[in-house]
Each structure stands twice: as C-alpha cells, then as structure tokens.
C-alpha cells in the first residue's frame, strides 16, 4: 500500500512569489491534514479536511494561505506571497475511519530567500 | 504556541541503554499518542494510550499515562543507534481537543 505521497520534496522561492504545495493521501482515507513544522519544533496544524470540507482551519493564516481538496481525495496548500518566516517544512498527513492515528508523508522542505 | 511540552528536549545516551522522555500537557485527552520523526522524514506513529489506560507496552517501548497529573513518559529499552530520532507525543486533532503535538525529545543513541 502506497504511503502519503508529496510533492515537491524542496522548494527555493523568493519572497513573495506563490509557492504549491500537492498531497495525495492513502487510498481511502477521508481526513486529511497540513502542518507547518519550524526548525526543532513540532507540527502546527495549519488545516483538517474531512472528505472535502475544511473542518478545522483556525490555524490557517488566510490572509497568504489557501488550501483546497476539491474532490475529497488530494490536497493542494498555496502560500502567495511567501514570507521569509514562511520557511518550514510542511507536512501533509492522512488517516482513516476513527482517525486516532495519522500516517505522514514525507515533508515539502520550503526555504524561502 | 503547543499545549505539550516533552523533556528533556535532547537526550545523548550509549548504545544498550533506557532513554526516558517525558511529556506534559494541559488538556484533557481521550487517548495520548507517540510519534517518531527521523532527520528529514515524515513522523511515525508508535503507540497509543487511551486516558483510561495507565501503562502500555510495544515490543521495547513503554508507555505511562497519568491524567491527574496530566503526564506521559516513554521508555525506549535497550537502546540501538537505530532509535536516533526525535519523538513526539500528540493528540489526535479530530477530538476537539487543542493539544495536538508537543515540542518534541531529540534523542541520539551512541553506538
């Protein structure tokens, strides 16, 4: 079974360009979830979809960030424009019926000069 | 700002040894969980413990929870270099509850 899958892997910007971030979650699962992770810190929840509909995105700073999952499948996040602080790395993480336990993906290492 | 804090933050210990972690947090919890994160990966989850549940085992993982004292401790026994990571405990998000991840124990295991 395929893990989560993300893409791209590393990500060198400017400040303020647009920059997409793209997760495909495990087959099946409907929750899926982005975090941003700082440097030596753990990940902030940035926002929750169940199937397509955002559930949670207190955390999500909407004035630069959007993130959509039109068909309840995978996921797009857009920081437009990036900030210097902007740079972390982002985690994309899904889980299935219950949704005690969250698999993640490998991470979209973002740096932005 | 992250409503668990994990101690030590870092952790140097030899190869066969125990490694202790601790977290603190300051909700309640239904269930309280451990995740792994290898330089550079993903996270992985290790072990669950309901609120309900004192202590857990996994192979060479331990468990304790303590919701009077809202505390959790993992005990990685007999120590590999493998185990190098930094471990995490969390909450689930889909519970209401805002724990979510705590800071994090970056453990490195000397061979």
């Known amino acids: 079974e395929a893990g989560v899958v993300q893409s791209p892997r590393y990500k060198i910007i400017e400040k303020k360009q647009p920059v997409a971030f793209w997760c495909n979650p495990i087959?099946?699962?409907?929750?899926l979830y982005w975090y941003r992770q700082n440097l030596g810190q753990g990940p902030e929840l940035l926002i929750r979809y169940e199937n397509e509909e955002a559930v949670d995105d207190s955390q999500l700073p909407k004035d630069r960030f959007s993130a959509e999952r039109l068909k309840g499948v995978d996921s797009t996040l857009k920081i437009q424009p990036a900030e210097l602080g902007d740079s972390a790395v982002y985690l994309c993480?899904?889980?299935?019926?219950?949704?005690?336990?969250?698999?993640f993906g490998p991470g979209t290492r973002l740096l932005v000069l | 700002s992250q409503q668990g804090e994990e101690d030590p933050q870092a952790l140097s210990i030899q190869e066969g040894e125990n490694a202790t972690m601790n977290c603190s947090y300051k909700?309640?919890?239904?269930?309280l969980q451990w995740y792994r994160q290898n330089s550079g990966r993903g996270l992985v989850h290790l072990i669950l413990i309901r609120s309900n549940e004192r202590e857990k085992h996994s192979g060479r993982l331990r468990v304790t929870l303590d919701t009077s004292k809202k505390s959790s401790s993992l005990l990685i026994t007999a120590s590999r270099a493998a185990d190098t990571a930094s471990y995490f405990c969390?909450?689930?998000?889909?519970?209401?509850?805002?724990?979510?991840f705590g800071t994090g124990t970056s453990l490195t295991v000397i061979p």
């Open positions: 969390a909450t689930p998000p889909n519970t209401g509850n805002q724990f979510y």
């Open positions: 993480a899904s889980s299935g019926q219950g949704g005690e336990t969250q698999y």
């Open positions: 909700t309640s919890i239904n269930n």
């Open positions: 087959s099946g699962h409907n929750t």
